[in-house]
């Protein structure tokens, strides 16, 4: 049986697109057969039409957003049997009122993130498949390395344009170079660390002084129960150089050695390469023998304060922050706190010889000089005065220790609070002062290890208030063993002798005279200059001022700062130094 489909009569219409609007205008010839079952939708011309119809579109699927999209009775719409959609971005439509209300995209608002941005990024985002092989993998990495490099170089240009302004600004040479000066060798300090020498250990040839026990209970202070810094007027201590140890000139007429110096001027020497400030060491060249010395009135017997941070001080030099009033001011707790961590009952370890620099009769602090020597070379020995301060019995043995107290000033300059964090975070204060203070703590080491110490304390001293620079407190007492100490902040001993080493073979090259190295000030690097004989010495003698006139202590009731910001015990060190 065959099925015939009859199309039927298709009216002509000679005006326009589609069915006749009436069969008025169909001929008469032609009868209409269509069924009436045929859908049609009316169109214009001006109209841009995409999919006619989607067939491969699921009737149920539509169903759920027909809900959601207004009924036209046009194409597309619900109700309409030619349900298709349009891309309206790529098929805009001519008329906008015609088309204002086909909707065919969901106009529902945006949900509100709940879980922060990373949520609301990564839920509507596509994931696409990532690539691992080894060329992204390997462009990943070298991105990586890019960004730390350029990380590094960043740092390291700002460091450096602090460094320089500090330098520029605030450093100055320790000594005024004069034009009769006549430069013979300048050493850069990237020559010291490439140094090494090895030493045996040392021959005691004198030990002169006494010394009192350190009280234990200092160990036991936190800033909790701080203890207030005492002053000792009435005790003397002595800086003395080289030249003028009566000790020295002795045991140099005896051929004891050929080269003479003391820890402090070693220490220095060792730790150059640390140093940012300017010092000077004088060189004296007599004979055969080496004798190193210091000026009167040189920076060496005072301590630096942030040497070596990179937080630049106060430039005016009677402020209280500035590096000299500073200096003095840690010169001045470190000779109070080596005193007060004492026990003062009266029981001492005297050795043969009293103090050699001691009238009789004079109170003199707690100190011990012990005279060792170091061979160099096949017949060149070294002898240096070496200092301690106390002694701790240990074992039932007695075991020699040297005091030192770090300050703090102003926790702004630090960044550290001492008060906050010295109990809870010792460790990050001692960095902290590693980082400000790498010189100060290095010669403290370099100087235990000369003599031979068995212990160094140092002490937490911080101010009362930071704008009081006479009144301070003890927050704690730290102990270490000087080399695992020196492990610790790596100080190398071999280094460190083989910058003595080089610079006494470099000395004993010149001939007999007087000669001065000192430390650039804006470079690192020493200068050695041949100087008259007659330089650095003095023969002024201050007469002393009428009574009325002399400045007299302040009492326990007024004791303060005066009005130049100099307080007494401040022009007491300058005096001494």
Partial sequence: MVVVFEVGAVPFNPDGWGPPESTTAT?????TTLSPHVPYATFSRSERLGLIADFTRSFSSSNAHASNR????KPGSADS???????LDAFPIANPDDGSAFRLVDTKPTPRPKFGPKWRFNQHRPQLPQRRDEEVEARKREAKKERARRDRLYNLNRSNQNQQRREATIFKSSVDIQPEWNMLEQIP????????????DPEDLLHCGAL?????SFDRITPKNERRLERFKNRNF????????PVIRRLANEDKATVFATDTILATLMCAPRSVYSWDIVVQRVGNKLFFDKRDGSQLDL???HETSQEPLPEAKDDINSAYSLSVEAAYINQNFSQQVLIRDGNKVSFNEPNPFANEGDEVASVAYRYRRWKLDGDMYLVARCEVQSVVEVNNKNSFVTLNALNEFDPKYSGVDCRQKLETQRGAVLATELKNNANKLAKWTAQAILASADLMKLGYVTRVHPRDHFNHVILGVVGYKPRDFASQINLNTSNMWGIVKSIVDL??????????????PSKPQVRIYEVPADAFENDYVEEPLPEEEQVQPPSEDAEGVEANGTTTDDKEIEAQT
């Fill in 27 to 31: 001929p008469p010839s032609t009868t």
């Fill in 70 to 73: 207004p009924s036209s009775g």
């Fill in 81 to 87: 049997p030619f349900d298709f959609s349009l891309d």
């Fill in 189 to 200: 300090f990237s020559t010291f660390t490439k140094l090494s020498f090895s030493v045996s």
């Fill in 212 to 216: 009192e026990y350190y009280d234990r």
């Fill in 238 to 245: 002595f800086k003395v150089t080289t030249t003028d140890d």
């Fill in 303 to 305: 301590l630096s304060v």
């Fill in 507 to 520: 000395c004993m090259k010149l001939n007999e005279g007087k000669y001065v190295l000192v430390k650039d």
